[in-house]
């Protein structure tokens, strides 16, 4: 007799899952014509706002600084994470079938969280950036050198890498042999170990503390360190006071927006599906785009600088 009946049946659980289905977010045709609307809208407005932001810093003279360039790669990160699940949500939105690939759901999953990981670690780093600005304006531009500046964006990119293989270099062995159905848009780890075949109590700790822990200790981190410059700078003068809130405040507004979510879907204990995909469409979809908007809007140099870019595009349109 051949005792070969568990291995078969571990090969066949292992395989039996190729695709996963995604239930998406309503069923409504008019609702999904509205999302489809909304979100091709707010998709297409933070690809265009996040690639003026890099054009703007790219090629002004004026914009040369730390500062400046950490805010160009914000807005290549920004690009690159809201890529990862818009347009496919997008192309779905209409579909009575909405599928994707086992191997396309992690290649999902590992992007988001080493894109956001990256993230993560830039905006500790623009945080570190204004704290030497603002509290050690003597030494800012030794510190803050150009090599300092790659070395803050690879160190990002490093972590941010680091932090999704840790995640998935457990998962993708997982057995998964039924059910394969997502209630939502979009591939997420928490929803993916609950579809194993197996006890994963364990790597489910590890993602909430990966994933979780860091992203709340980040925040609180981030929290604190714009509390210490602005205690720093109120005991020198009043008017540096209200010029470093001004800088700030578009700071913390971005770091709120983009770590809510993140801080709900991987803290909260039993999260509720329908919440999930809406915070999720957020983190998605709107705060790409406000991010330019709040740094734009809020940045007088960078409003001339675009000025000043929009003028010479309009004089080269009419030479030519």
């Not at 899952?17 to 933070?46: D, P």
């Not at 290549?76 to 191997?103: E, G, L, N, Q």
């Not at 090599?147 to 993708?172: A, D, N, W």
């Not at 809007?297 to 030479?319: C, E, P, Q, S, W």
Request: with cysteine; proline share 4%.
């Amino acid at each position: 007799k051949l005792i070969l009946v568990p291995e078969a049946r571990d090969e066949m659980n292992h395989s039996a899952v190729s695709e996963f289905v995604f239930l998406g977010l309503t069923n409504s045709w008019a609702v999904q014509l509205l999302l489809f609307i909304f979100s091709l809208l707010f998709y297409f407005s933070s690809m265009m706002g996040n690639l003026v932001i890099v054009f703007t810093v790219t090629f002004d003279a004026h914009l040369q600084s730390p500062m400046y360039f950490l805010l160009a790669n914000l807005s290549v990160i920004d690009m690159a994470f809201c890529s990862i699940t818009a347009p496919k949500m997008i192309c779905d939105i209409f579909k009575k079938h909405k599928t994707i690939s086992f191997w396309g759901c992690i290649t999902q999953i590992f992007f988001s969280h080493a894109v956001g990981g990256t993230e993560m670690v830039l905006l500790i780093a623009m945080a570190f950036d204004r704290y030497m600005a603002i509290c050690k304006p003597l030494h800012y531009l030794t510190i803050m050198s150009p090599r300092m500046c790659i070395y803050l964006l690879v160190t990002s990119c490093i972590i941010g890498m680091l932090h999704s293989l840790v995640q998935l270099v457990f998962v993708v062995d997982l057995p998964f042999c039924g059910p394969n159905i997502f209630d939502s848009f979009y591939c997420d780890l928490p929803r993916l170990l609950r579809l194993a075949c197996t006890n994963t109590q364990e790597l489910e700790f590890m993602v909430t503390v990966n994933s979780g822990l860091i992203s709340v200790g980040s925040f609180v981190l981030l929290i604190i360190s714009y509390i210490f410059i602005l205690v720093t700078v109120g005991q020198h003068s009043s008017g540096a006071l209200s010029k470093a809130l001004s800088t700030l405040s578009a700071h913390v507004t971005v770091v709120i927006l983009f770590f809510g979510p993140l801080m709900f879907f991987y803290t909260w204990p039993s999260p509720t599906s329908h919440l999930d995909k809406y915070l999720a469409i957020f983190d998605a979809f709107i705060t790409p785009f406000l991010n330019p908007v709040i740094y734009t809007f809020r940045n007088k140099d960078m409003k001339v600088a675009m000025k000043r870019l929009y003028t010479h595009l309009v004089h080269y349109g009419k030479i030519s």
